[in-house]
């Protein structure tokens, strides 16, 4: 059984008389990957993740990383289980008030929390075993814990872990809980049954926009459809004529509206019937266009260049030929199946706020700094989360939730229609990247160059912790880091921020942007070579052995050495992104210019030691049909500083019946520390369909959204 509590710092530490073993997430600053066993705390205590076992033998994980689809909540009880040595059926969970540093993103959750977790378990174990070895008085090794029990093997006799909790939590923690040997897991390794399948698909799951909490009213949103506009006027009489109509509220600075009701529906009603007309600001002379011309005049003069290797510059003036290529990438919305939302009830004594976030603590800090309340006044009770990527690690939803429930006496929560979801999203960045190759007399690469002109987006998200010389050491995944080794090699980056919207994180920036690119340039140097794509690639990464290993495999997988059917293509790409290798084969076929069939895709993965197979197999299914819909069809869009994008009419997101028809997902056994998968087949997606589609029309496709028909005419007079 699977729960989502309102939980409370406090509730945390209190809530029980038994054992509360608190583990420490890694951050950037060093500290103990285990901490304190705490009976009855007594003083303030900052730990993010805690066990608690109490005297009724009930046990609860509390985790700081939060569950948006990825299925994390599943693999984290499986590490702690695993050594804990209890059943996944008998555990409960409960999302962590907000502590420090804890971020679910990036595709890290996993590989933060092997170690962590298990060691946390490792270390419960260990005091429980010498509880019920004390009171037996024997030795510890004649004992053994597996189902939350101790038993004492020669004779028989057993204890319950809730019988021993109080004991064992008086004992001290060992220091390096000895943690099982991979030959003996019982659970890592071995496909389960997601903890929470049961409770979203009974309806009991509680996500924000299902929060009801006494006395709360409904609002819905609009904000000014060109940034940084201000509102000049509305009918306020009108939508106070609609029933169920309470109140209409305006933010500070002006930049947003509320209409409140009784339910939704009045709410939007209400909203329809304000008809607020907003002033505007030199964002209104804002295109699509001035986007883009920005980006590429961002080919040309100065960049910031971290870690070149050699000299490409004089290593390519020397080399036999040179090519280049220029790419060019949108922005993209998240489109999320939960709309943007937020419940807040704002008192003169404290702040309770309940939403799907990302990032709890800023969430925390967003309303302590718009309440003027200290942080410890403010309640953040971390909900369910209909679909992440990204998005919510952006807060300014929860700004202007908080803005309006200041100015009532009861809870309010705000729901986003689709459309305002979409017009008023942080958008993933465009971007425009330019490659050069210095080439060998055989077509191999001597030395290469590669320009990114585009956002920082960690730089705006987190500038003080994640940057360095203004560079975002996001955007080396996949480019300046690859499968590859070059003699020489400079990757240069210009920052060009788009005017006229805010960007941010999509499912995966760095990764899901370099790799198109590269993958893609890699495809045009070896067909400029008379090469095979697997064959070339394979010289390219002939000194790094996991690279070569799924690369041979999905070759094997797929059958990339037979002929293909008439009338079909395929591409390739191969990766190292988000600590994982892949590679993967797209067979497609093109009846015209403007359709594609997905026939199949085979991947191959080595995302180091697997916790939880099937859920990983899920991710990269997901992913690469995320990233596939991404690829053929996403782009925003601008004119007159207004985004025209705004349902799914017009996102166009790919259905059903254009799934591929077949994906095989193959993992490779490894002995590694775990990778990130979150994003790893949307990163695929888009390289191994543009270089299938290069294959069946016969020229190359380096602008994205690839089914564009303005980017198709100027592919193929290219």
């Not at 007309?277 to 002379?285: C, G």
């Not at 080396?476 to 090699?489: C, H």
Request: proline content about 6%; overall charge negative.
């Amino acid at each position: 059984m699977t729960r989502m509590p309102l939980t409370t710092r406090r509730a945390a530490l209190f809530g029980g008389g038994g054992l509360l073993l608190a583990t420490l997430w890694p951050s950037a600053s060093p500290r103990a990957s285990t901490g304190m066993l705490v009976e009855n705390a007594t003083a303030p205590f900052a730990p993010n993740a805690y066990i608690r076992i109490t005297p009724d033998n009930s046990i609860t994980l509390i985790l700081p990383n939060i569950e948006m689809g990825q299925g994390i909540y599943t693999s984290s009880v499986m590490l702690i289980a695993e050594e804990l040595g209890v059943d996944l059926a008998q555990i409960e969970i409960e999302a962590a008030p907000p502590g420090s540093a804890e971020i679910t993103g990036g595709s890290t959750s996993i590989m933060t929390e092997w170690k962590p977790l298990r060691e946390a378990g490792a270390a419960a174990r260990t005091v429980l075993v010498q509880a019920a070895a004390s009171r037996w008085n024997v030795p510890p090794t004649s004992c053994t814990a597996a189902s939350g029990v101790v038993t004492h093997t020669p004779s028989g006799r057993t204890f319950k872990f809730g019988e021993l909790a109080t004991e064992a939590a008086k004992l001290p923690l060992p220091k390096e809980p000895t943690l099982k040997a991979a030959s003996d897991y019982s659970l890592i390794g071995k496909s389960q049954h997601r903890v929470d399948s049961a409770i979203k698909v009974n309806g009991t799951a509680v996500f924000g926009i299902d929060i009801n909490v006494p006395g709360q009213k409904i609002g819905t949103v609009a904000a000014s459809p060109v940034i940084g506009g201000t509102v000049r006027s509305l009918d306020r009489d009108a939508a106070m004529a609609v029933r169920g109509v309470v109140a209409v509220l305006i933010n500070e600075p002006r930049d947003a509206v509320c209409v409140v009701a009784e339910h939704y529906w009045a709410a939007h009603k209400g909203l329809q019937a304000l008809r607020p007309v907003w002033s505007e600001n030199d964002n209104a002379h804002v295109n699509t266009k001035t986007i883009y011309d920005q980006l590429h005049d961002g080919l040309k003069g100065p960049a910031i260049i971290p870690s070149p290797k050699g000299d490409a510059d004089a290593v390519i003036a020397k080399s036999h030929s040179t090519y280049s290529a220029v790419y060019q990438q949108p922005m993209l919305a998240h489109a999320t199946m939960e709309p943007i939302n937020c419940t807040a009830h704002v008192r003169p004594d404290g702040c309770d706020v309940w939403v799907g976030t990302q990032v709890a603590d800023r969430a925390q800090e967003t309303a302590a700094d718009v309440t003027g309340l200290p942080k410890e006044k403010i309640a953040v009770h971390s909900q369910y989360i209909g679909g992440g990527f990204g998005r919510r690690l952006e807060h300014e939803y929860i700004t202007q939730c908080v803005q309006f429930a200041k100015q009532t006496s009861y809870p309010l929560k705000i729901v986003w229609s689709r459309e305002e979801d979409i017009t008023r999203d942080r958008y993933r960045p465009a971007y425009v990247d330019e490659v050069t190759a210095g080439l060998d007399e055989k077509g191999h690469i001597t030395a290469m160059k590669h320009r990114i002109v585009g956002p920082a987006v960690v730089a705006r998200w987190d500038p003080p912790e994640l940057t360095k010389d203004g560079y975002d050491e996001d955007l080396s995944v996949a480019t300046l880091i690859t499968p590859y080794t070059y003699d020489a090699y400079r990757l240069e980056f210009a920052r060009r921020e788009a005017p006229g919207v805010i960007t941010a994180w999509w499912r995966g920036v760095g990764g899901t942007r370099g790799l198109f690119v590269v993958e893609n340039f890699i495809d045009e140097l070896a067909v400029k070579a008379g090469a095979d794509p697997v064959a070339y690639r394979r010289e390219l990464a002939k000194d790094n052995a996991r690279a070569v290993a799924v690369l041979d495999r999905v070759a094997k997988d797929s059958g990339w050495s037979d002929p293909v059917s008439k009338g079909r293509a395929r591409g390739v790409a191969l990766q190292f992104a988000f600590g994982s290798y892949m590679a993967t084969v797209a067979e497609i076929e093109m009846p015209t210019p403007e359709t594609v069939i997905i026939h199949r895709v085979t991947a191959a993965v080595d995302c180091g030691q697997v916790v939880n197979p099937d859920q990983v197999i899920s991710q990269i299914e997901g992913g690469l049909i995320f990233g596939f819909s991404a690829a053929l069809y996403n782009e925003i869009t601008l004119e007159n500083g207004r985004v025209q994008e705004n349902n799914f009419n017009t996102w166009r997101v790919m259905r059903m019946n254009e799934a591929p028809r077949r994906i095989d997902v193959h993992l490779i056994a490894s002995t590694e520390d775990p990778g990130g998968i979150g994003e790893v087949g949307t990163a695929a997606a888009a390289p191994a369909l543009a270089n299938a589609m290069a294959s069946a029309q016969g020229h190359r496709y380096r602008t994205l959204p690839l089914l564009s028909s303005r980017n198709q005419e100027k592919e193929a007079a290219r």
